[in-house]
T-cell receptor, first 114, second 115 residues
Framework: KNQVEQSPQSLIILEGKNCTLQ??????????LRWYKQDTGRGPVSLTI???SENTKSNGRYTATLDADTKQSSLHITASQLSDSASYIC?????????????WGLGTSLAVNP | DTGVSQNPRHKITKRGQNVTFRCDPI?????LYWYRQTLGQGPEFLTY????????KSRLLSDRFSAERPKGSFSTLEIQRTEQGDSAMYLC?????????????FGPGTRLTVL
């Protein structure tokens, strides 16, 4: 069964600190992996997308890594800001070019405190 | 603002009433998706359009749900005879199939509460 699991379920950090969120998946065949940020009451916003051949991709203070062999991905947030408080969702596509086949993780809820 | 827009942002209705939501995608995007999201869960796929053609409907989309995209631009999602279990956030997303990775851009959602 295609699954995406994320850890931790929730995380609280102090402003300015770094953190790393984890995503493990069993989706096959694998097409691409995305990280979305979702603020409470808002739609998800794409942060990064990686295909099979990409190991790392950065978007400002967000850096995502992908190990397609172990089927693991991480999202590292550097120098956290209060506005980083949100749910971070890992999404895996199992069908190249057919993006309705998205398998969503349940997300990690991040709270950045002053 | 040239992103995906959805209206209304919030809707409160009584059980048994019909509701209709609207989604305006990014103008050059040919694909439009509808999702439903409940608290603490990821979005669940409902249906998607390529231009005006509805190419797939999830089993979650019961016969009380209908979606249209008559001119290949905006889309509407109608729920007839609403039930309390329909209470959720309804998200719309759009994408452009010629843009490589076909990233979906989401709207702010319509939060439906059925009393």
């Amino acid at each position: 069964k295609n699954q995406v699991e994320q850890s931790p379920q929730s995380l609280i950090i102090l402003e300015g600190k770094n953190c790393t969120l984890q995503c493990n998946y069993t989706v096959s065949p694998f097409s691409n992996l995305r990280w979305y940020k979702q603020d409470t009451g808002r739609g998800p916003v794409s942060l990064t997308i990686m295909t099979f051949s990409e190991n790392t991709k950065s978007n400002g203070r967000y850096t995502a890594t992908l190990d397609a062999d172990t089927k693991q991905s991480s999202l590292h947030i550097t120098a956290s800001q209060l506005s980083d408080s949100a749910s971070y969702i890992c999404v895996v596509s199992d069908n190249a070019g057919n993006n309705r086949k998205l398998i969503w993780g349940l997300g990690t809820s991040l709270a950045v405190n002053p | 603002d040239t992103g995906v827009s959805q209206n209304p942002r919030h809707k409160i209705t009584k059980r048994g009433q019909n509701v209709t939501f609207r989604c305006d995608p990014i103008s050059e995007h040919n694909r439009l998706y509808w999702y439903r999201q409940t608290l603490g869960q990821g979005p669940e796929f409902l249906t998607y359009f390529q231009n005006e053609a509805q190419l797939e409907k999830s089993r979650l989309l019961s016969d009380r749900f209908s979606a249209e995209r008559p001119k290949g631009s905006f889309s509407t999602l109608e729920i007839q005879r609403t039930e309390q279990g329909d209470s959720a956030m309804y998200l719309c997303a759009s994408s452009q199939t010629s843009a490589g990775t076909n990233t979906q851009y989401f709207g702010p959602g319509t939060r439906l509460t059925v009393l």
